[in-house]
C-alpha cells in the first residue's frame, strides 16, 4: 500500500513560483512511476508532469512545458512540482499519483494506482 500526501499549495501574484511537495510512504515498488496532475472546477484532470524514479521525466503536458519540472530528486521518498512563471489559469487542486511497474510502462496513458488528497494552488491576476 502506497499512501501519498500533496502540499505547499498556496495563493500566488501572476509570474510568481510555488513548490508542491508529495511526501510518499509505502513499497517503494508501488511508487516507481509518478506523476502530478491537477484539476479545476468544471474541468476534466489534466496531467502535467509524469517520471519514473531514477529514470528522469517521462512525460510533459503541453500547457506546462518549459514552467515546470520536479525536483531535487536527492529524496526518494518526498518529490516535488517546481512551479514557474505562474499564471491565473493554473488555478487547481494539484494532486500526486503512483503506481509500480517498470520504466517502460511509465508513459502517457499509464493509469495510476494511488493519489493524494490534493493541494490548492490558486494564481492570481
Known amino acids: 500500500q502506497v499512501k501519498l500526501v500533496e502540499s505547499g499549495g498556496a495563493s500566488v501574484q501572476a509570474g510568481g513560483s510555488l513548490r508542491l511537495a508529495c511526501h510518499a510512504t509505502g513499497s517503494p515498488d508501488g511508487r516507481n512511476c509518478m506523476a502530478w496532475f491537477r484539476q479545476a472546477p468544471g474541468k476534466e484532470r489534466e496531467q502535467l508532469i509524469m517520471?519514473?524514479?531514477?529514470?528522469?521525466?517521462?512525460y510533459y503536458g503541453d500547457s506546462v512545458k518549459g514552467r515546470f519540472t520536479i525536483g531535487p530528486d536527492n529524496d526518494r521518498n518526498t518529490k516535488y512540482l517546481q512551479m514557474n512563471s505562474l499564471k491565473p489559469e493554473d488555478t487547481a487542486m494539484y494532486y500526486c499519483?503512483?503506481?509500480?511497474?517498470?520504466?517502460?510502462?511509465?508513459?502517457?496513458?499509464?493509469?495510476?494506482?494511488?493519489w493524494g488528497q490534493g493541494t490548492q494552488v490558486t494564481v492570481s491576476s
Open positions: 499519483a503512483a503506481r509500480g511497474g517498470e520504466w517502460s510502462s511509465c508513459r502517457d496513458g499509464a493509469v495510476f494506482d494511488y
Open positions: 517520471f519514473y524514479i531514477g529514470g528522469g521525466v517521462t
